[in-house]
């Protein structure tokens, strides 16, 4: 059993999972327990989802770690995520974007809205918007970086359009089981890669 933030994310550095150096040192600071039920602290540092109520999870730490290498994060990003839950994620982006740097977040479930605004309080570089992630942001487009917190069937085109010259979204694409996809928006247009990482997230509400 883990019982410390610190050895989760020793754990996920010892599974070779994380192996990002600015990663590592920004989930360390991220503690998860603050960002769970107190009903399931016990659970907190236990690498897999937890429910947060509205019928959503909290991602497994590993696959924070994933997605969140996959795209690269960079100090100064504008960043865009789909799917606040209860602003774990976020947290750690805007560790890694730093104080010069930005971080929008959906949420589509209301009563996650004001949980995910009151945990990210502290975080002067998150905004945590209500609305369907699937349209995006586009008040703050184009973006650096999206994270997509949610399965979809093909890849939302306003998330695409979205993506800035240079930028990278991560996205889990397919039905049922979905594969974890790397987009990067080149001068050509997009490359797309398949990670090899199968999941399963909850899925878009498409239009």
């Given at each position: 059993m883990l019982e410390s933030n610190e050895e989760l994310v020793n754990y996920l550095k010892n599974k070779e999972v994380l192996t990002d150096s600015k990663l590592e040192k920004a989930m360390k600071k991220v503690d998860r327990k603050e960002f769970i039920p107190e009903r399931y602290g016990k659970s907190a540092y236990m690498d897999k989802p937890l429910p947060i109520g509205g019928n959503q999870t909290i991602s497994a730490p590993h696959m924070v770690a994933i997605m969140t290498e996959a795209l690269e994060v960079q100090e100064g990003d504008n960043v865009l995520e789909i799917g606040a839950g209860s602003g774990y994620q976020a947290a750690v982006l805007a560790e890694l974007v730093g104080s010069n740097g930005q971080v929008h977040t959906i949420e589509l479930v209301e009563e996650?809205?004001?949980?995910?605004?009151?945990?990210?309080?502290?975080?002067?570089?998150?905004?945590?918007?209500?609305?369907?992630?699937?349209?995006?942001?586009?008040?703050?487009a184009p973006f650096n970086r999206i994270l997509v917190a949610c399965g979809a069937r093909e890849v939302p085109l306003p998330l695409k359009e979205q993506v800035g010259e240079?930028?990278?979204?991560?996205?889990?694409?397919g039905r049922g089981v979905q594969m974890l996809t790397l987009i990067e928006r080149t001068s050509d247009g997009?490359?797309?890669?398949?990670?090899?990482?199968?999941?399963?997230?909850?899925?878009?509400?498409?239009?």
């Open positions: 996650l809205v004001k949980k995910a605004s009151d945990a990210l309080s502290k975080y002067e570089n998150v905004e945590v918007h209500h609305g369907n992630g699937y349209f995006g942001y586009r008040a703050a240079g930028g990278k979204m991560v996205i889990p694409v997009f490359e797309e890669k398949d990670l090899g990482c199968p999941c399963r997230f909850v899925p878009f509400v498409e239009p």
